[in-house]
């Protein structure tokens, strides 16, 4: 869950955008955004390491690199497992979208991101 001081400020941004009947100031778009942008920001989780050794693997064949990107940005496919991926119609498995060959990416500069 979260932290209680990311809760109760998430709840003031919910309580502001609200019109009640004596208020007489409603939060704008706005400053909800940057208000959540600002808790977002402060409690963000640390980047992954981005010195890591091990190299990512297709996560059908585990062999190769993955070099296919989904519409979705998820990438976990190599090239050569791609066909039957594609012909089973399975869906992301990340986000369960729909995956769909014209949103594909392709390439090695996939595996190095």
């Known amino acids: ?39 977002a920001a402060a409690h963000a989780a640390p980047p992954p390491d981005q010195g890591r050794t091990e190299e990512r693997k297709c996560g059908v064949c585990f062999e190769e690199p993955p070099t296919v990107r989904f519409g979705c940005g998820y990438s976990f496919l190599c090239g050569d ?17 729909a995956v769909v060959p014209e949103h594909i990416e392709q390439g090695a500069h996939v595996a190095q991101q």
Do not use: K, N, Y
């Open 81 to 97: 497992c791609l066909g039957a991926f594609i012909a089973g119609r399975f869906p992301c498995p990340h986000c369960g979208a």
């Open 1 to 39: 869950g979260w932290p209680r001081s990311v809760a109760d400020e998430v709840l003031g941004v919910a309580q502001g955008l609200v019109a009640f009947p004596r208020r007489t100031r409603v939060m704008t778009i706005p400053e909800a955004r940057r208000r959540l942008e600002a808790v």
